[in-house]
């Protein structure tokens, strides 16, 4: 079984990916920032961590307002460094396990908490700044996996205090309950006290700072009555994302020890690491992520979209959901072939697009709402491909229906 043992919390400020990439581990203006982390990355080694679950929020830079959801969970087999502006940071590729991912996001789904899920999403400072500073640098030494939930903290509304100590004992619930033996360490980002906006900005209250720390080992339930604006009172409106620490803690039990603290605030961020450890082991939890689903193998002709579909053929999807740009669609009626070399399709892939294979492509992963968008840059009908995939004529089809009619989601 999975076991939780600890508890991770850590700033992750772009100034300590600047110490880091500039080498000031010797500098007495940022030594006390890689003393901090040594101790997490010594902790990490010496547990034998193999699963690190990652609680950041994005600086708009893969998550933007066209979209912007309150918990995302990351369900792909690995993430790379984003480009905040200025390149992307040298750093490998973090490698993910899909399968507890998988499994947290049915479980918190089924103890509704109706969370967003994203794959292709390079991270940024939010994640890669505390990370590269626990896992050695060539993460050579360190074969264990991440599992990253992106945290809506920017723009309001946006998940209470309360909402995120909740989600951590759902998260705690669906951990316990996966049946692979690992060691699972909750990693919490973000904070301390900041403020990087407006006339307030370079703002800092080390005084609330170290409260805080002593309330989120000894009484969360406090910080949990606490609103947005409160938080931002006594640590900056951006100091306000160390809520995203209530779900760190909400994911561990009270019998616990705090083994570290640190907190040292160079410039415009009180920058503090933190380590709880669990007592006792934890006890397996007995509760099925999957019970929406139970039955639906019984429903012959039925092909849940899944996140493991997902994942599988994202690529397919992607490639025919761009259908909906006008250069694509083009390519895509005179060009076919050589798109699809584009996109890296398998010949299996490429077999299906060019034949039409609308039952097969089905069966492969791809979801009906990029079929209909194929079908209509291909000038053929929603009840066509609906005949197609119960191996009818289109006449058989339109006979089983109670009015005859031919429709698809193009505007001609």
């Known amino acids: 079984m999975a076991r939780i043992i600890g508890g991770i919390g850590a700033s992750h400020s772009p100034t300590i990916a600047f110490a880091k990439d500039t080498n000031k581990q010797n500098d007495p203006a940022w030594s006390p920032i890689f003393e901090g982390f040594d101790k997490v990355k010594d902790w ?3 547990k034998e961590v193999d699963v690190l679950f990652f609680i950041f929020n994005d600086h708009v830079t893969s998550f933007f307002f066209d979209h912007y959801s309150p918990f995302v969970l990351g369900i792909d087999d690995q993430y790379v460094t984003a480009d905040e502006g200025g390149g992307a ?22 103890q509704e908490f109706d969370i967003s899920t994203f794959q292709k999403k390079p991270l940024d400072h939010g994640f890669f700044s505390p990370f590269s500073m626990m896992i050695p640098h060539d993460a050579a030494s360190w074969e264990g996996r991440v599992i990253p939930l992106q945290v809506g903290v920017l723009q309001f509304p946006a998940p209470t ?67 947005h604006a409160q938080y931002a009172t006594k640590g900056g409106m951006e100091g306000a994302e160390v809520i995203m620490w209530l779900i760190m803690r909400g994911a561990l039990s009270n019998d616990l020890t705090c083994v570290h603290k640190s907190s040292y605030c160079p410039s415009m961020t009180n920058i503090a690491t933190v380590i709880f450890e669990e007592n006792t082991p934890s006890e397996s939890v007995q509760h099925d992520p999957y019970e929406q689903l139970h039955g639906v193998e019984k429903l012959q002709g039925t092909y849940p979209f899944t996140i493991e579909t997902s994942h599988k053929a994202y690529r397919l999807n992607a490639f025919l959901r761009q259908l909906i740009d006008p250069d694509h669609r083009d390519r895509f009626v005179n060009d076919q072939q050589a798109l699809m070399e584009e996109f890296a399709l398998t010949d299996i892939e490429k077999e299906m697009v060019a034949g039409r294979q609308w039952i097969e492509l089905i069966r492969y992963g791809v979801i009906f709402f990029c079929l209909e968008k194929m079908a209509a840059v291909l000038g053929q009908s929603n009840p066509e491909v609906y005949a197609a995939m119960r191996g009818e004529t289109i006449e058989e089809f339109q006979a089983s ?10 505007a001609k």
């Not at 909402?163 to 980002?189: H, M, W, Y």
């Not at 229906?401 to 193009?410: D, E, F, G, L």
């Open 89 to 110: 940071r040298e750093f490998p590729p973090a490698k993910a396990h899909q399968a507890l991912s998988r499994h947290i996001a049915h479980s918190l789904a089924a």
């Open 161 to 227: 205090a309360k909402r995120c100590f909740n989600f951590g004992q759902a998260l705690r619930k669906a951990i316990l309950s996966f049946p692979e033996d690992l060691n699972v360490a909750i990693v919490a980002t973000g904070g301390l006290s900041h403020q990087v906006h407006g006339e307030r900005c370079g703002f800092n209250d080390e005084q609330w700072d170290a409260e805080f720390l002593e309330l989120l080992e000894t009484d969360p339930n406090e910080l949990t009555k606490l609103t």
């Open 44 to 46: 990490v080694a010496a």
């Open 401 to 410: 229906r109670k009015v005859s009619m031919t429709y698809s989601v193009s």
